[in-house]
C-alpha cells in the first residue's frame, strides 16, 4: 500500500506565504514524478505543478514566478513554496505521486486527500 500525506495548508491573507509538503510511503519501488494539483469549488482539478526524479518541473502558466516545486527524493517528500497568494489561489491542494511499487511491474498514480488553501483578500 502506498499513503500521500499533504500538510501545510491553512488560511493565509492576500500576498502572503505558504509551504506545502506530501510525503509519501509504503511499498515504494520507485518515483517517477511528483507534484500538486488543485480544485477550487465547482472547478474542475488542475495542474499546479510537477517535477520528475531528475528534478524536471512543470507548472501551470499561472503559478509561474510565484510557486516553486521541490523534492527530496531520500525522504520521498515533494513541497511546493506558495508564494504572492492571491484569492483566487484557494482551493484543495492535492499531492500526486507517478509511482511503481515494489513488486510492480507498472507505475500508476497515487492521490493524498487534499490540503486547504484558503487566501483571504
Known amino acids: 500500500q502506498v499513503q500521500l500525506v499533504e500538510s501545510g495548508g491553512g488560511l493565509v491573507q492576500a500576498g502572503g506565504s505558504l509551504r506545502l509538503s506530501c510525503a509519501a510511503s509504503g511499498s515504494i519501488f520507485s518515483i517517477t514524478r511528483m507534484g500538486w494539483y488543485r480544485q477550487a469549488p465547482g472547478k474542475q482539478r488542475e495542474l499546479v505543478a510537477t517535477i520528475t526524479s531528475g528534478e524536471s518541473t512543470n507548472y501551470a502558466g499561472s503559478m509561474k514566478g510565484r510557486f516553486t516545486i521541490s523534492r527530496d527524493n531520500a525522504k520521498n517528500t515533494v513541497y511546493l513554496q506558495m508564494n504572492s497568494l492571491k484569492p483566487e489561489d484557494t482551493a484543495v491542494y492535492y499531492c500526486?505521486?507517478?509511482?511503481?511499487?515494489?513488486?510492480?511491474?507498472?507505475?500508476?498514480?497515487?492521490w493524498g486527500r487534499g490540503t486547504q488553501v484558503t487566501v483571504s483578500s
Open positions: 500526486n505521486a507517478y509511482l511503481t511499487t515494489i513488486g510492480g511491474k507498472y507505475a500508476y498514480d497515487y
